[in-house]
C-alpha cells in the first residue's frame, strides 16, 4: 500500500521498523497510514488490512471510509486481528525502551511493555503508555465500537489527547 492520501497529520509511528531486530520489518506488520510497525491493532471487517488503533479510528473521524480499500466503514466494524496474526506480531524482536540509556536488552514485542515497566535503566519513570488511542467521537452517544478493546482503546485516545493539549 502507498501512503494514504487524504490524512491531515500523519501520525508518529510509535513503533518505527528501524527499531526492530535487522531494522527490517515484514510489511504485513507495518501499518499503512504511519508507516510504523502495527500498535493496538484494529482491521477493516471487508478486506482484512490491519492498522494501528489510533490511526484507522483518527482516519474514520475524518473519512467514513477504510484507509486501504476505500470500503464504507464505521468504527463499529473495525475488529481485532487474529489470535496467529497477534501472536506472530509478538514474536517481532525490539530494543528496550530505555535503550538510549544504556539498556541493552532485546525483548519480543508482546513483552515490551513489562520490560520496560521492570528496567532498572527507567530511573523510576512512569511505565510506558500502552494502551492508550482514538478520538473524543468514539465515546459520544450512539457510537459502539466492534469490541470492548476498541472502545478501551478509543477512550484512552482521547485521555491521550487532553494531555497533551
Known amino acids: ?72 466503514l464505521l468504527p463499529t466494524q473495525l475488529r481485532r486481528p487474529s489470535r496467529f496474526f497477534r501472536q506472530r506480531q509478538g514474536e517481532l524482536q525490539l530494543g528496550c525502551a530505555y535503550a538510549e540509556r544504556g539498556c541493552p536488552v532485546t525483548v519480543k514485542l508482546s513483552e515490551w511493555h513489562t520490560h520496560a515497566a521492570d528496567c532498572e535503566r527507567s530511573a523510576g519513570d512512569a511505565r510506558p503508555e500502552s494502551y492508550e488511542v482514538a478520538p473524543e467521537w468514539a465515546s459520544s452517544p450512539g457510537v459502539k465500537l466492534a469490541s470492548a478493546r476498541a472502545h478501551k482503546v478509543a477512550r484512552a485516545a482521547g485521555r491521550r489527547r487532553h494531555r497533551l493539549a
Open 1 to 72: 500500500l502507498e501512503n494514504v492520501q487524504g490524512a491531515q497529520t500523519m501520525p508518529e509511528p510509535r513503533f518505527p521498523p528501524e527499531r526492530f531486530v535487522g531494522g527490517e520489518v515484514d510489511s504485513t506488520f507495518v501499518c499503512p497510514i504511519c508507516f510504523g510497525v502495527l500498535d493496538r491493532a484494529l482491521e477493516c471487517c471487508a478486506c482484512e488490512q490491519p492498522f494501528c488503533g489510533e490511526c484507522i479510528i483518527g482516519w474514520l473521524s475524518r473519512n467514513p471510509s477504510c484507509a486501504a480499500c476505500r470500503a464504507p
